[in-house]
């Protein structure tokens, strides 16, 4: 059974990525791959190759199509902005490269983009939202993940040794291209991970 098709609205959630050049795209897709390869990680190889601007949030009954209308007016005035590699971003769900920072310092263009885009979004989250509190709760790092959710600390020092020879993009490179997707799961209360697919719904590509 086709995924989108057997879900229904009240089992999807919502997101906004920026979506880095082909290049940067392509050598996290290596990764991935090999990571599901030769350690079995699955998780982070359902999504896109995406750096985060507003994560997972259910929506209200609102119609969809008035929160594209409002992003589709924020960037149409949205110049691209660049983006630096700032090393690892390690937690305890996983390991993905830190983009939130130019010079050790928050990269200001993209900070002011993310507060645009979740002031859009805000109203629409719905009031039993499952990932309000971890998505705008913390301070937002952005990041490109190579491995969560499935893989466990035990094994984190094992898998950067061996990313050692792996393709880690270092370059910065221009954020101009963007996706606003819809999600879904069997099961967003358990690991909803095993069981994600995603439609895209609108992208955008920024012009100097």
């Not at 082909?22 to 991935?32: D, G, L, N, P, Q």
């Not at 359902?46 to 259910?58: D, E, L, P, S, W």
């Not at 490269?97 to 859009?120: C, M, T, Y």
């Amino acid at each position: 059974m086709d995924g989108a098709n057997h879900h229904n609205h009240i089992d999807s959630r919502y997101a906004f990525y920026l979506i880095p050049p082909y290049a940067v795209s392509k050598a996290i897709t290596e990764i991935h791959t090999m990571l599901r390869k030769q350690f079995g990680f699955t998780a982070a190889d359902r999504f896109q190759v995406h750096a985060t601007i507003k994560g997972f949030y259910k929506k209200t009954d609102s119609p969809v199509t008035s929160t594209i209308a409002e992003l589709d007016t924020v960037m149409a005035q949205q110049r691209p902005f660049p983006i630096h590699f700032s090393g690892f971003r390690i937690d305890d769900i996983g390991i993905g490269l830190n983009v939130s920072n130019i010079n050790g310092k928050p990269n200001a263009p993209l900070h002011q983009f993310r507060g645009e885009i979740v002031d859009i979004i805000r109203p629409t989250i719905a009031p039993d939202c499952d990932f309000a509190a971890s998505d705008l709760g913390p301070t937002f790092e952005a990041h490109l993940t190579l491995a969560f959710r499935d893989i466990t600390p035990s094994i984190y020092d094992d898998v950067l040794a061996w990313l050692e020879d792996a393709p880690i993009p270092t370059e910065p490179f221009i954020a101009k291209d963007f996706h606003f997707l819809q999600i879904f799961c069997d099961d967003w209360s358990g690991n909803w991970w095993e069981t994600l697919s995603w439609k895209l719904l609108k992208t955008w590509h920024l012009k100097a």
